[in-house]
């Protein structure tokens, strides 16, 4: 099994699948992160953040490609849809995760329509499961109550939520002190309400976007 998580900037696919990343790697299942955009040179250090907070998880390997930051609408959508493409053909992951469609960031907009492309069911790299996820300052912030983030689908990250709030941690120019949703006890706060409407103490939600069944 192989997992691909696509992520617009440093730091989106710790809050959105950071206890889902370590939960998967210390099953055995591998990995993969795709950084869609470059950092910023007032934040010329989240290269090397990145690469510390999935040491942490586990994941098995992080690609930066490189698209400008907060500018992905410059970017000719095809460019941006072969560029998923890419790794997908190189990776060939049975699951994706990628931002949610409703999300308030433009380049989560773009990620989200771009990866519905390249997941294809047409593609030659056959993607079994897709799902959206939850990125805290992000989605919750969208004011439109069509493009609200309802999750269906719920990971159990108790043993994991520790390693997740690590890794956040080493962002430093991302991470907050509470209330910031990018807190510490932010994030606990999270996976204990999306845990609790699971049943759960602490969980991950996600949206299923589609599931093919042979």
Same mark, same amino acid.
């Not at 192989?2 to 889902?20: A, F, Q, R």
């Not at 993969?32 to 910023?40: G, I, M, R």
């Given at each position: 099994?192989?997992?691909?998580?696509?992520?617009? +900037?440093?730091?989106?696919?710790?809050? #959105?699948? #950071?206890?889902?990343?370590?939960?998967?790697?210390?099953?055995?299942?591998?990995?993969?992160? !795709?950084?869609?955009?470059?950092?910023?040179?007032?934040?010329?250090?989240?290269?090397?953040?990145?690469?510390?907070? +999935?040491?942490?998880? #586990?994941?098995?390997?992080?690609?930066?490609?490189?698209?400008?930051?907060?500018?992905?609408?410059?970017?000719?959508? !095809?460019?941006?849809?072969?560029?998923?493409?890419?790794?997908?053909?190189?990776?060939?992951?049975?699951?994706?995760?990628? %931002? %949610?469609? #409703?999300?308030?960031?433009?380049? +989560?907009?773009?990620?989200?329509?771009?990866?519905?492309?390249?997941?294809?069911?047409?593609? @030659?790299?056959?993607?079994?499961?897709?799902?959206?996820?939850?990125?805290?300052?992000?989605?919750?912030?969208?004011?439109?109550?069509?493009?609200?983030?309802?999750?269906?689908?719920?990971?159990?990250?108790?043993?994991?939520?520790?390693?997740?709030?690590?890794?956040?941690?080493?962002?430093?120019?991302?991470?907050?002190?509470? @209330? +910031?949703?990018?807190?510490?006890?932010?994030?606990?706060?999270?996976?204990?309400?999306?845990?609790?409407?699971?049943?759960?103490?602490?969980?991950?939600?996600?949206?299923?976007?589609?599931?093919?069944?042979?």
């Amino acid at each position: 099994m192989k997992v691909l998580i696509i992520s617009s +900037h440093p730091d989106d696919e710790i809050l #959105g699948c #950071g206890g889902t990343i370590r939960k998967f790697a210390s099953q055995g299942i591998s990995v993969y992160v !795709l950084v869609l955009t470059s950092q910023t040179e007032s934040k010329k250090d989240l290269k090397e953040d990145c690469l510390r907070a +999935h040491k942490i998880l #586990g994941t098995r390997e992080v690609f930066f490609e490189g698209f400008p930051n907060q500018l992905l609408d410059t970017v000719p959508i !095809l460019k941006i849809n072969e560029a998923i493409e890419k790794y997908l053909t190189k990776i060939s992951p049975g699951i994706v995760f990628t %931002h %949610h469609y #409703g999300d308030i960031n433009r380049d +989560h907009k773009i990620a989200f329509e771009s990866s519905s492309v390249a997941v294809r069911p047409l593609f @030659p790299a056959k993607v079994k499961k897709l799902y959206s996820y939850f990125v805290a300052s992000s989605t919750e912030w969208n004011a439109c109550p069509e493009n609200a983030f309802i999750p269906n689908t719920f990971i159990d990250i108790e043993k994991s939520l520790d390693y997740k709030i690590r890794a956040m941690k080493c962002y430093k120019t991302e991470y907050r002190d509470y @209330p +910031h949703p990018r807190s510490a006890k932010s994030i606990k706060l999270y996976a204990n309400y999306w845990g609790i409407i699971a049943g759960l103490k602490f969980a991950e939600p996600f949206l299923m976007l589609r599931e093919i069944i042979k």
